[in-house]
């Protein structure tokens, strides 16, 4: 059993910042592929973007492209999403995933991710 923990999570006025942690317990954090999904109200939970488990491969949905960064730190057992130049669009539910496949890529199928944490919500005022 993997929990997962997000956190960062607010209100901010567009063009602002925000930077989510996801810290996922277990000691073999550093074999976990992670991924960042949102989900908007009325919407389908979608890909936000992904790090491999070496955290030299990422993905990133076209949308956040050039404005959002994944990242990790496997000594913390944690992932980040650094959100910049936030729009209004953003606004939604942040989940934090865990695929414990051991696989060396990315997925950004959701269904591929074992763990999930509660989500965070993230609000950006026009």
């Known amino acids: 059993q993997v929990e997962v923990v997000e956190s960062g999570g607010g209100l901010v006025q567009g063009g602002g910042s925000l930077r989510l942690s996801c810290a996922a317990s277990?000691?073999?954090?550093?074999?976990?592929?992670m991924g960042w999904f949102r989900q908007a109200p009325g919407k389908e939970r979608d890909i936000v973007a992904a790090?491999?488990?070496?955290?030299?491969?990422?993905y990133y949905a076209d949308s956040v492209k050039g404005r959002f960064t994944i990242s990790r730190d496997n000594d913390k057992n944690t992932v980040y999403l650094q959100m910049d130049s936030l729009k209004p669009e953003d606004t939604a539910v942040y989940y934090c995933?865990?695929?414990?496949?051991?696989?060396?890529?990315?997925?950004?199928?959701?269904?591929?991710?074992?763990?999930w944490g509660q989500g965070t919500q993230v609000t950006v005022s026009s």
């Open positions: 790090i491999s488990i070496s955290g030299r491969t990422t």
């Open positions: 277990g000691r073999t954090f550093s074999t976990y592929a």
């Open positions: 995933a865990v695929d414990i496949s051991g696989d060396y890529y990315v997925t950004t199928n959701l269904d591929d991710y074992d763990y």
